[in-house]
Nanobody, 121 residues
């Protein structure tokens, strides 16, 4: 039974910082290829924020590059998103996800339920 649980969301003023955490259970951690954060702004589609691969490679959306940092425990277990210099347009529900590769090489994607981040002016 796969479960991803996010925490760390809340309300902050512009320029502040938050650190989101996502703990994954129910998966063989060695078979997780990628973990990532997406966010859904009010009235918008769900967009990529940052990814981290098993090997440690990281990628960021242009809108958060230089402000957000993704990291993880070693081995896989928990992924973090350190968010600095938050702006009002960062307000969104943030979702943690993981891509799992089974023994046949088939990929599956799992998601947490999300955590709300609200940034005020």
């Amino acid at each position: 039974q796969v479960q991803l649980v996010e925490s760390g969301g809340g309300s902050v003023q512009a320029g502040g910082s938050l650190r989101l955490s996502c703990t994954c259970s129910g998966l063989v951690t060695l078979r997780i290829s990628t973990m990532y954060w997406y966010r859904q702004l009010p009235g918008k589609q769900r967009d990529l924020v940052a990814t981290i691969r098993k090997e440690g490679d990281k990628m960021y959306a242009n809108s958060v590059k230089g402000r957000f940092v993704i990291s993880r425990t070693r081995p896989w277990g928990t992924v973090y998103l350190q968010m600095n210099d938050l702006k009002p347009n960062d307000t969104a529900v943030y979702y943690c996800g993981a891509t799992y590769v089974d023994v046949e090489g088939v990929e599956s994607q799992y998601w947490g339920l999300g955590t709300q981040v609200t940034v005020s002016s």
